[in-house]
């Protein structure tokens, strides 16, 4: 089995960073894609960024990009989402998740809060 631990989050003000980690317990990950998705108060949940623990390929959502930076250290099982110039509109739930290369997201961790206050 594979228990994710997200940490970092809390209540910053806009302009402020903050660094979010996921700590990746049990089974090897490494064919996997790693994740973060956040989701907003009456809003769908919106993938942020992924990285690949293979290679280290990584995308970000295009309103997050040149602001946050996805990461991964493999020795210490965790993946990082660096959030720069924080908005009040990133205020969320962060989720870190891990999918099969080809699958589906199958593992989730319980979230972290990020709030930014204007």
């Known amino acids: 089995q594979v228990q994710l631990v997200e940490s970092g989050g809390g209540l910053v003000q806009d302009g402020d960073s903050l660094r979010l980690s996921c700590v990746v317990s049990?089974?090897?990950?490494?064919?996997?894609?790693m994740g973060w998705f956040r989701q907003a108060p009456g809003k769908e949940r919106e993938s942020v960024a992924a990285?690949?623990?293979?290679?280290?390929?990584?995308v970000h959502l295009e309103s997050v990009k040149g602001r946050f930076t996805v990461s991964a250290d493999y020795l210490e099982r965790t993946v990082y989402l660096q959030m720069n110039s924080l908005k009040p509109e990133d205020t969320a739930l962060y989720y870190c998740?891990?999918?099969?290369?080809?699958?589906?997201?199958?593992?989730w961790g319980q979230g972290t809060q990020v709030t930014v206050s204007s």
């Open positions: 990285i690949a623990w293979s290679g280290g390929n990584t």
């Open positions: 998740a891990a999918r099969f290369l080809s699958g589906s997201w199958e593992y």
């Open positions: 049990g089974r090897t990950l490494s064919n996997y894609i």
